[in-house]
């Protein structure tokens, strides 16, 4: 006859109190010989180290950022790096001021223009289709009042993104493409590509690793980047190898935009009506900025990161050079800034145009 349940009852309780009481020792033992001070960092410390993403491999980054210019390095040494592959510009959804942003002809202008490499943004249609397109809604480009989300790709077939576009006329009939027809074509006119996940949405995150796997060179030519940490952390979770760049701004999470004009200056527009969340919304803006320049590429394993070129300082420059980060501007358009970026600092831009519009920096 087994034991009774008295009996099996008083011997968990019994059990219990000796772990509890062990655990309460150790604890005790703990704080006696190392104080709170010093436990905490610590256990941040392996915390930080539990969840660490490695960086890419140097030769994969190089394979799509190219060589890395540094201004400060020996002279004879840059110019013979210089003749090997260097990745000046990124035309910026394309050169969208060229050509219709995110299309495919922006794309083949871009490469005629002797462009290597085009960003393009990442949506979602009703029906799960992976297209390229910015906005979430059609208002701008097709003066459609519909959001993006809420159509199927059937329904976007048949509208014209060249619409609005100063240079409609020799774009008439564009057509919203679909990812994987914008990646085929890329690879065939041997581009790199930076795929920038917009919305802070996984089913989009998904959408883009699956192209990894249809497209084995695609690891090779392409950056994933977005303003969101998150997704950067578990796309890096998914493929570690793959180059990934996070992009800033200031007033992100506080502000719906951010202009570099003169006349207005600053980001502007609050997300958050209400003032108790919009100061929240500020407050969270302060510890984002402290984190991209003081944490996330240790943590995510970046390659690269996108700055405003507003804030984008020589100084910053080579603190991220030190640190094996590339630095991008974004976005260069006038010609002084293209040569200041490009020569002085020799850092990539993105640029909303390839055309040389403007000789001077006076606007």
């Known amino acids: 006859m087994g034991p009774s349940l008295k009996i099996v009852l008083l011997s968990c309780v019994a059990g219990s109190l000796y772990l509890y ?54 002279e004879d040494k840059n110019e013979e790096t210089s003749h090997e592959f260097y990745l000046d510009r990124v035309a910026h959804r394309g050169a969208g001021y060229d050509a219709p942003e995110n299309s495919i002809s922006s794309f083949q202008l871009a490469h005629e223009h002797g462009c290597m490499a085009v960003e393009f943004d990442v949506a979602l249609t009703a029906d799960g289709v992976p297209v390229l397109f910015h906005d979430k809604s059609l208002l701008r480009m097709c003066e459609v009042d519909k959001k993006i ?52 949405d996984t089913r989009t995150l998904i959408a883009v690793l ?30 570690p190898s793959v180059v990934c760049a996070l992009s800033w701004r200031p007033g992100l999470i506080a502000y719906e935009d951010y202009t570099y004009s003169r006349s207005v200056g600053g980001p502007y527009r609050r997300r958050y009506p209400v003032f108790w969340q919009h100061a929240l919304a500020v407050i ?55 040569e200041y970026f490009s020569k002085a600092l020799h850092v990539t831009y993105m640029t909303d145009t390839l055309r040389e519009l403007h000789n001077s920096c006076i606007i």
């Open 21 to 74: 009481g062990s655990l309460l020792i150790l604890v005790d033992t703990l704080l006696s010989s190392l104080p709170l001070p010093v436990i905490f960092p610590l256990l941040l410390l392996l915390l930080v180290y539990g969840i660490r993403l490695q960086p890419s491999p140097d030769y994969l980054v190089e394979s799509v950022l190219g060589k890395d210019l540094d201004p400060e390095a020996d």
């Open 149 to 200: 989300s809420e159509m199927t790709f059937e329904d976007l077939e048949i509208l014209d993104i060249s619409t609005t576009h100063p240079l409609s006329r020799s774009f008439a009939g564009e057509q919203i493409p679909q990812l994987d027809e914008a990646i085929e074509e890329c690879l065939k006119l041997d581009m790199r590509v930076f795929i920038d996940l917009k919305d802070n």
């Open 210 to 239: 699956k192209m990894f796997e249809k497209y084995p060179d695609l690891q090779a030519r392409a950056v994933i980047t977005s303003f969101y940490p998150n997704l950067i952390f578990w796309v890096k979770r998914a493929v």
């Open 284 to 338: 969270a803006d302060v510890i984002h900025q402290w984190c991209f320049f003081n944490v996330y590429d240790f943590l995510l394993g970046i390659s690269a990161v996108i700055v405003h070129k507003d804030c984008l300082s020589p100084d910053q420059v080579r603190q991220w050079r030190k640190r094996g980060v590339r630095a991008i501007a974004w976005p260069v358009n006038l010609a002084c800034e293209k």
